[in-house]
């Protein structure tokens, strides 16, 4: 690893150099897409999904994600999405899969802090930033059960401590659509969804 003196002397948390990652051959830099999307589906959830090889790598976190360090959130691992999924913002008809009401929570780029993102998610941990409208630095997804073929793998994702760590409960602040700032109510009631049901996840109105 030439790069290794190189890294281990920056912090790229805090500098804006480059850290060098390897692209593979054949590849050139692009960035990866990062999205979440609040699901008000039978339960209210929030999809994770990164950009790797062509699709969206899709984690369903019940709670939401927390910048606090000290707080692990619960990522269940789902099907790969396609990429234009990120785009999705609208009602799923009643009936239908994941139906309810679907937001685009916070949107923008991630890049991997490891050499090798497949045998990252392999060996089940793959460390990251995000360069999103809500959340920026570095995060990390552990797995901490489900490897093998039967169970869907379960993974924590967690907030690494660096200048975007805080307190802020940023779920409950910052409660609407990144690219429409609409409520999970206004998007059902555009699209033609249960807006009383979609209401239930967005902040009491105060
Ligand atoms: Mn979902």
Redesign the pocket.
Known sequence: MPLTEYRKKRRFEVTSEPSGEQLPPGKTAKALRYVI?K?R?SHL?Y?FRLEWNDVLLSW?VPKGPSLDPSVKRLAAQVEDHPLDYADFEGAIPAGEY?GGTVMVWDKGTWSPEVPDVDEALNNGELKFRLNGKKLKGSWVLVRIRGFGRSERPSWLLIKHRDPFASKRDMTGEEPRSAISNRTLAEIARDGGGDVARAATGDPPAG
Do not use: E, T, V, W
Request: zero cysteines; aromatic letters at 0%.
């Open positions: 999307q699901h589906a959830h999809d369903a994941g």
